[in-house]
C-alpha cells in the first residue's frame, strides 16, 4: 500500500532528553513536511525538504531538527531547547510535478512530556 | 491580520441540511486552494482541491473569488458522517508547495 508512515503513535519525552519522531513514505515524493498541531489550532510547520540533503525552516522551527538523507525519510528530532513539546506531530509529503499539487498526511505522532 | 482565516464554529446543524463555510486568506500570489476534512485526533484528509472558480464533487461544492480573496465550502444534504473539522489550506506559491493552514471550522451534523 502507497502511503506515508509515521512511529510512534505516541511518545513520552523525559525533561532534557532528546526524541525523535519517525516519517517515511513510500510515494515517491519529492517533498516533505512537519507540522505541529495544539489542541483547537490550525498546522504550523516546523521544517519542509524539497530534495534529498536539503530542508528549511518553517514558521516554528526552534527547539527542533531535521535531517533528509534519503528520499522516501524525513525525522524530526524534538531537543531539549523545545520548552513545550506536548502537541500532534504530522509529516505530510507532497510531488513538486504540477501546478497544482496538495499534500498527503501520515497519521500523526502525539508527543507528551513525563 | 492572520493569513488564514476561518469562523471555528461549531455549526451544529440537523440531518439533511445545508450548510457553508468561508475562509479567507492574505496571500494574493495563492493559486491552488485546499480543503482538507480532519477527524477528532486523526490526520487531515484532502477533501477537495480548487484552483479554478470552483469544483464540485457529490454533495460538496467549493468556490474560489479571487477579487475578494476568499474560499467557500458548501455541503450538501449532510449526514452524520460529515461531523469533522474542515480546515482550509491556501498554496503560498512557494516551489516547494508550502500550505499555510486555518484553524479550522468545526461541523456536527445533529441526527
Known amino acids: 500500500d502507497g502511503g506515508i508512515t509515521q512511529s510512534p503513535k505516541y511518545l513520552f519525552r523525559k525533561e532534557g532528553q532528546n526524541v525523535t519522531l519517525s516519517c517515511e513514505q513510500n510515494?515517491?515524493?519529492?517533498?516533505m513536511y512537519w507540522y505541529r498541531q495544539d489542541p483547537g489550532q490550525g498546522l504550523r510547520l516546523i521544517y519542509y525538504?524539497?530534495?534529498?540533503?536539503?530542508?528549511q525552516k518553517g514558521d516554528i522551527a526552534e527547539g527542533y531538527s531535521v535531517s533528509r538523507e534519503k528520499k522516501e525519510s524525513f525525522p524530526l528530532t524534538v531537543t531539549s531547547a523545545q520548552k513545550n513539546p506536548t502537541a500532534f506531530y504530522l509529516c505530510?509529503?507532497?510531488?513538486?510535478?504540477?501546478?497544482?499539487?496538495?499534500?498527503?498526511f501520515g497519521d500523526g505522532t502525539r508527543l507528551s512530556i513525563l | 491580520r492572520k493569513e488564514v482565516e476561518q469562523d471555528p464554529g461549531p455549526f451544529n446543524v440537523p440531518e439533511g441540511a445545508t450548510v457553508a463555510f468561508n475562509c479567507t486568506y492574505s496571500?494574493?500570489?495563492?493559486?491552488?486552494f485546499f480543503w482538507y476534512r480532519q477527524d477528532c485526533r486523526k490526520e487531515p484528509k484532502l477533501l477537495m482541491s480548487v484552483y479554478s472558480s470552483g469544483n464540485e464533487d457529490g454533495r460538496f461544492t467549493a468556490q474560489l473569488n479571487r477579487a475578494s480573496q476568499y474560499i467557500s465550502l458548501l455541503i450538501r444534504d449532510s449526514k452524520l458522517s460529515d461531523s469533522a473539522t474542515y480546515l482550509c489550506?491556501?498554496?503560498?506559491?512557494?516551489?516547494?508547495?508550502?500550505?499555510?493552514f486555518g484553524s479550522g471550522t468545526q461541523l456536527t451534523v445533529l441526527p
Open positions: 525538504s524539497q530534495i534529498v540533503n536539503d530542508f
Open positions: 505530510a509529503s507532497s510531488t513538486l510535478t504540477g501546478k497544482h499539487q496538495p499534500q498527503h
Open positions: 496571500n494574493s500570489a495563492s493559486q491552488s
Open positions: 489550506a491556501p498554496a503560498s506559491g512557494g516551489s516547494a508547495r508550502q500550505l499555510t
Open positions: 510515494l515517491n515524493h519529492d517533498a
